[in-house]
């Protein structure tokens, strides 16, 4: 137990940006070093390692990103900032766009995704329109992370979730799907109360036709999108998400007729060794019986009740904070399995660790690729961020947990 529990706290210490003086590595080596230390020091047995890695989740993400890296190859989403670039729009809607539809986009695509390909065209508009960028670039990383409430596919914790919980892709969707909207609202609502100023002052420059380097639509455009589309009907209808999006990558390899070494050689490995090594680490863990020691203690509050929700959802908001959302969903789910008739405590912690990301700068991936990627336009200092991600979180919170709370009680969820 003791072994286990040092060799993950110096995983985590690594994995959390905190790098070690006498090590030099980052989060992909932190947590195969890991894996490796957990089978030396008989913690896990090389057999163990195979079973105790999600591979459901592995395989989702790896067939998302070969989905998705074929729309972006195709001009998807920069055939997207064109269309809508057409209508030069104001401010107001043009975050009003940010909002929506990037928010939307990330259900669906994983938040981080969106933000890595909308990040550099959030910059030509800026600079374009001589916009105010803080709310611009605080609306993209928050309002990514709360559209990826609305399906298992929109964060990684969720897909994690979506693999344990067994509950239905559709369903799932129709429950949180109303909370998305809300949540994104409030978001919306919140940049306009609270950056008023920024906006009341923003002059309209002129804007030449052209000014935007949008690059040239390739002719696997409508492919992509239809194979796209076949992907998300499956997902709503053929229950097994990996496979669905495994398939939908390699139909996109087939009808593409070319050598698919340049999709793959942009599909991001660092990320799925590190979710693999991840699972590893927290599968020691509970080997070794630590998971049941930390869990002790919280067990009889989390219960499949209103109260139960409520007091679940603010642990785990603190919980995201302090450990990052995917390993703490790992060591919470353990916990959440064995509550009968657990279905309100998954969407609750779905929920509540996706939003979690909202509350600081480091509480979420997407945050960090925004912030950091738009350094060069605006510096975004940790307690800027707070001042919008605190009231954010809580509102969003309040209201999302609410209305779970009403489904509870009418009998629409269990």
Not at 34 to 39: A, K
Not at 195 to 202: D, G, L, M, V
Not at 329 to 336: A, C, T, W
Request: net charge positive; glycine share 8%; hydrophobic share 55%.
């Amino acid at each position: 137990m003791i072994k286990a529990s040092l060799i993950f706290l110096m995983t985590y210490i690594i994995i959390s940006g905190r790098r070690l003086h006498f090590i030099k590595i980052g989060r992909p080596g932190g947590v195969l070093l890991g894996t490796v230390l957990m089978v030396l020091f008989g913690v896990l047995t090389p057999q163990d390692v195979y079973k105790v890695i999600n591979w459901d989740t592995v395989f989702l993400l790896l067939g998302m990103m070969i989905v998705v890296e074929h729309l972006a190859e195709a001009g998807f989403f920069t055939s997207i900032a064109e269309f809508f670039n057409r209508f030069n729009p104001s401010p107001r809607i043009l975050l009003a766009f940010i909002v929506f539809g990037t928010g939307l986009l990330a259900g669906f695509f994983v938040n981080d995704i969106v933000c890595i390909f909308f990040t550099p065209l959030l910059i030509i508009w800026i600079k374009e329109r001589k916009l105010p960028p803080l709310p611009f670039i605080i609306a993209l990383a928050t309002s990514t992370n709360i559209g990826g409430i609305i399906t298992f596919t929109g964060t990684p914790q969720n897909m994690i979730i979506g693999s344990i919980s067994g509950i239905n892709f559709t369903r799932y969707f129709l429950i949180m799907f109303p909370i998305g909207l809300l949540c994104l609202s409030i978001n919306y609502i919140l940049l306009i109360t609270l950056f008023k100023k920024e906006f009341n002052s923003w002059v309209k420059p002129e804007i030449k036709t052209g000014v935007t380097p949008v690059p040239r639509v390739e002719t696997g455009l409508k492919r992509s999108v239809f194979i796209t589309l076949l992907v998300i009907i499956g997902f709503f209808f053929y229950g097994n998400l990996p496979f669905v999006a495994l398939a939908g990558g390699s139909f996109l390899f087939v009808i593409s007729n070319r050598e698919e070494s340049k999709i793959l050689n942009r599909v991001d490995w660092n990320l799925l060794l590190f979710f693999a090594g991840l699972f590893t680490v927290i599968g020691g863990l509970k080997v070794s019986g630590v998971i049941d020691n930390i869990l002790y203690p919280i067990k009889d509050f989390i219960q499949p009740t209103v109260m139960g929700g409520w007091l679940l959802g603010i642990v785990s908001i603190i919980g995201s904070n302090l450990f990052a959302n995917v390993p703490y969903v790992l060591v919470i789910s353990e916990s959440v399995k064995d509550v009968s008739n657990p279905e309100f405590l998954w969407l609750t912690l779905a929920f509540t660790t996706t939003i979690a990301g909202n509350l600081t700068i480091i509480g979420a991936i997407a945050n960090i690729i925004v912030i950091d990627r738009t350094k060069n336009i605006r510096e975004v200092s940790f307690m800027e961020f707070l001042k919008f991600g605190l009231p954010s979180t809580i509102l969003c919170f309040i209201v999302g947990q609410s209305v779970l709370s009403i489904y509870k009680y009418s009998g629409i969820i269990h």
